[in-house]
């Protein structure tokens, strides 16, 4: 599915006094900016590739899952609303809920989405990327942002070869930087072929 970082349904807005989603109650609402950062090692400045972005993305989510205390996985989600695509992701998900809250409901759904496979996520850049294939840019209909799209074998946490699945990682420029738009998954266990060669440092913008 290409174009929609998530579908945030009308019906699930509940509105407290102060204008925010009382969903969101108790929980820390971040205003997401695009910028340099660096995490893991990695700086992520406007010529950084994808797979770096995408490796940061997928590296916090595993920190997330596996985090021992509430600090420890609000780092991680700091990590993560990093490396978010924004002001995509907010202007493809056009809804009553503020720009800040349509980017908390998308980002923070990443982690329930991939988590079952947290644990075949490299923690080291390298390995990463290397794991990636690059299946290039496409155009989501009715979208002017072209999307860049990484697949990425996952295995099955308790060893079942029919549980594999190649999970998807779309990316988008926004403000001059790659950043992560949405994840999913394809419909086979396995991909055709590795990636062998090094990211380009600069995809098609």
Known sequence: MFGLAMVIPFGAAVWCGCGRDAHLAGEKLRHATVGTVTHYGVTLD????????????LRAIRDDFLAKTPADREAALDKQFDVAAADVIAARNRTAFSRDEIVHYVVTEWTPTVSHYVNDFEAEPEKAVARMVNHGTTKPAGDETPEYELAVEVADPNGDPNARTVMLIWLAKDNGYWRVVHFGFEPKRTLAAKNTAAPALDPAP
Do not use: L, S, Y
């Open 46 to 57: 406007q010529t950084a590739p994808p797979e770096q972005a995408a490796f940061v993305a």
